[in-house]
């Protein structure tokens, strides 16, 4: 596919259908993000793929946890409310909300949240893991090797959504995904064949002009 044609179909996906992703294909979206770029050569980041029984106990267990009221995330990255974001950021956040109200529904928040709790479907979750001394250069690679493996599932005719949702219960994951101990799952990315009946699906964001965002300086 043409590169620019593979960057502007890229969407979050948040609802698959049932169909299975190969190994194969799997593989390839991997060896294709370990292209991206590294400080100073250091490849921190580990990849975990979740699938079939694995994806499964997670994803029981993860939607036990978000109905007990007593647990809260406790992710590596912490979670920041909208309120706590710069104004910017916010206004952004509010047109989100208001334009997935008009291509969703009202109740678009409710049909949200179980989605989320059942992570979407997603027929294999990448989980991208550093070491628990990490750098904070290294959430820097781990940014362009997920933006990377995106793209390349995109090429391979995947939907992908990456989420908050699928690391905010870091400890039983690490446990679910066998990780050593001094590693920590940082960043999750849902991939599957995109469900075009589902109606959060019809979610679509717009992104801010390039005279917003951008200064060129001779």
């Given at each position: 596919?043409?590169?620019?044609?593979?960057?502007?179909?890229?969407?979050?996906?948040?609802?698959?259908?049932?169909?299975?992703?190969?190994?194969?294909?799997?593989?390839?979206?991997?060896?294709?993000?370990?292209?991206?770029?590294?400080?100073?050569?250091?490849?921190?980041?580990?990849?975990?793929?979740?699938?079939?029984?694995?994806?499964?106990?997670?994803?029981?267990?993860?939607?036990?946890?978000?109905?007990?009221?007593?647990?809260?995330?406790?992710?590596?990255?912490?979670?920041?409310?909208?309120?706590?974001?710069?104004?910017?950021?916010?206004k952004n956040m509010n047109a989100w909300f208001e334009g997935n109200i008009m291509q969703v529904g009202i109740d678009w928040?409710?049909?949200?949240?179980?989605?989320?709790?059942?992570?979407?479907?997603?027929?294999?979750?990448?989980?991208?893991?550093?070491?628990?001394?990490?750098?904070?250069?290294?959430?820097?690679?781990?940014?362009?090797?997920?933006?990377?493996?995106?793209?390349?599932?995109?090429?391979?005719?995947?939907?992908?959504?990456?989420?908050?949702?699928?690391?905010?219960?870091?400890?039983?994951?690490?446990?679910?995904?066998?990780?050593?101990?001094?590693?920590?799952?940082?960043?999750?990315i849902g991939l599957g064949y995109v469900d075009d009946a589902d109606s959060l699906n019809k979610i679509h964001t717009h992104?801010?002009?390039?005279?917003?965002?951008?200064?060129?300086?001779?």
């Amino acid at each position: 596919m043409d590169f620019e044609k593979v960057v502007y179909d890229r969407r979050s996906s948040r609802g698959f259908t049932d169909q299975k992703i190969s190994n194969e294909v799997l593989n390839k979206i991997v060896e294709t993000a370990q292209q991206a770029p590294s400080w100073v050569n250091s490849q921190p980041v580990r990849v975990r793929i979740a699938t079939g029984k694995t994806l499964d106990k997670i994803c029981q267990q993860h939607g036990e946890l978000n109905e007990d009221p007593m647990v809260h995330t406790d992710s590596i990255i912490p979670y920041r409310s909208v309120g706590k974001w710069d104004q910017e950021s916010q206004k952004n956040m509010n047109a989100w909300f208001e334009g997935n109200i008009m291509q969703v529904g009202i109740d678009w928040s409710n049909l949200l949240a179980e989605a989320a709790s059942h992570l979407y479907n997603a027929q294999a979750v990448v989980y991208l893991t550093l070491p628990k001394d990490y750098s904070e250069w290294s959430l820097v690679d781990l940014g362009s090797f997920a933006q990377t493996l995106i793209l390349a599932a995109t090429n391979a005719g995947l939907g992908t959504l990456p989420a908050f949702e699928f690391v905010k219960y870091p400890e039983p994951l690490a446990k679910n995904l066998d990780l050593p101990a001094d590693r920590l799952p940082i960043f999750g990315i849902g991939l599957g064949y995109v469900d075009d009946a589902d109606s959060l699906n019809k979610i679509h964001t717009h992104r801010m002009q390039e005279d917003e965002i951008l200064k060129i300086l001779d």
